[in-house]
């Protein structure tokens, strides 16, 4: 049986509340001399260039050797990585390049990168997300920094644990469709990669053992292996935390009313990513969190409207109405709109919304009065800032931003041939 994680005395996690120190690269030598090798751009914004095909992915002389070595930011040590799905600098390649090709949808309009762009920290910025056939989403796209230490793998379901079995949902999901592969079209999807002029190559290399590896099994394990990379650890605050620059006395302020409690931010987000699900390979959290935090009481009954009730919709018990995962605040800046439906537009109405204890709909189908919810979590109502805490608050939240993250060229789209 895995011990559960304990956030208040977990090691680990309390080396989140001083803070991850220097970043350093974040693959083995291998992968990272692959990666350079290659000529990258950014994704585009919106809907545009991160939509855009990758019409064959560039080819690059074998790395010496497809052995996976982590080094890792300080306060962060190896993440959960399934024996059946092992890194390797092949796999990575392969999985950066299925991540951001549209061929991979059932209709050849949509990536992964479409809801995941990087240059927003790997969310798409819209309230709720969009699939490939153009059906709304109930939940806001959640952003992919660090992912690989997740406990869970989206807002309200305990049982995802991993992210192989996580990509079911977009890859083969009705309702809603998301890349909308099907039984109809999932062989013609295969057959575009397998017809490329690199994949076969890539995927062999990836899964050398297998006489025919282009399989919808090695594309799932593939493009989870590149999101394991996805690590985002070189904020202001982390290279203050390390010694190498200061942050300015309001962000100073901000941190410290963070890692207080007045404003209790980091008993749920408090962990090296900012949230309160954090496992490692060492220290797998068994009994991962999730909390009401007050955004509906509908007809004062505590109820939260359908299809986004939380893990009550996993477990029909009373009390998991509203309960919703914490999500990392890495990168929050870039990441609006907010909360599992978008519902709250910038970082300053965030900070309103908890100072008020929760919120208050007055009208309409949702009206309820949120801050009485009886399933709220009661650390919200304890919550007290003034306007200048808020602000102080807001400048420090800014010093989460990873700007090499969002445009570090080993994350980007492979330039097409």
């Known amino acids: 049986m895995l011990d559960a994680i304990d956030n208040e005395n977990c090691v680990e996690c309390q080396a989140g509340t001083t803070g991850a120190a220097r970043r350093r690269p974040h693959a083995g030598w291998a992968v990272a001399a692959l990666l350079a090798a290659l000529a990258l751009q950014a994704c585009g914004g919106g809907g545009g260039s991160s939509s855009a095909s990758v019409d064959s992915p560039q080819e690059t ?87 690989a230490w997740n406990t869970t793998l989206t807002w309200a379901n305990p049982n995802e644990r991993t992210l192989e079995h996580q990509m079911l949902t977009p890859l083969f999901g009705t309702n809603p ?59 202001r605050y982390d290279r203050s935390a390390a010694g190498q620059e200061s942050l300015t006395e309001q962000e100073a302020r901000g941190m410290r009313l963070f890692f207080g409690d007045q404003a209790k931010c980091s008993q749920c987000h408090g962990s090296p990513n900012f949230n309160d699900q954090f496992s490692t390979a060492a220290h797998l959290q068994t009994a991962p969190a999730f909390h009401n935090t007050g955004l509906f009481n509908m007809n004062g009954t505590g109820g939260y409207p359908e299809p986004n009730r939380g893990v009550f919709e996993i477990t029909g018990i009373a009390q998991d109405m509203g309960a919703f995962r914490a999500a990392s605040l890495r990168n929050i800046e870039l990441t609006a709109p907010y909360m599992h439906d978008g519902s709250i537009g910038t970082l300053q109405a965030v900070l309103d919304f908890y100072a008020d204890g929760g919120r208050n709909v007055g009208n309409g189908l949702y009206a309820g009065d949120g801050r009485l919810n009886p399933y709220k979590d009661p650390r919200i109502s304890q919550i007290s800032l003034s306007d200048q805490d808020k602000a102080d608050l807001l400048a420090f939240l800014k ?14 789209a492979p330039d097409a041939d």
Not at 178 to 204: H, I, M, Q, T, W
Not at 399 to 412: I, S
């Open 399 to 412: 010093t989460l931003t990873d700007t090499g993250f969002v445009t570090n060229p080993a994350f980007a």
């Open 177 to 235: 469709v998301e890349l909308g592969v099907n039984d109809g079209n999932r062989a013609e999807v295969l057959e575009r990669l397998a017809s490329d002029a690199s994949y076969p190559r890539l995927f062999k290399s990836a899964f050398p053992a297998q006489d025919d590896p282009v399989n919808w099994d090695n594309i799932i394990k593939a493009i989870a292996a590149f999101e394991r990379t996805l690590i985002s650890a070189d904020s």
């Open 61 to 147: 002389a074998p790395p010496e050797s497809n052995e996976w070595r982590w080094d890792l930011p300080t306060g962060f040590s190896e993440p959960v990585v399934p024996a059946d799905n092992p890194m390797s600098a092949a796999k990575v390649q392969l999985g950066r390049s299925l991540f951001h090709d549209v061929r991979l949808s059932g209709n050849g309009t949509q990536s992964c990168a479409s809801c995941h762009a990087q240059e927003s920290a790997f969310t798409d910025n819209r309230a709720l997300a969009r699939g490939s056939t153009g059906e709304v989403h109930p939940r806001n796209a959640q952003p992919l920094a660090n992912v």
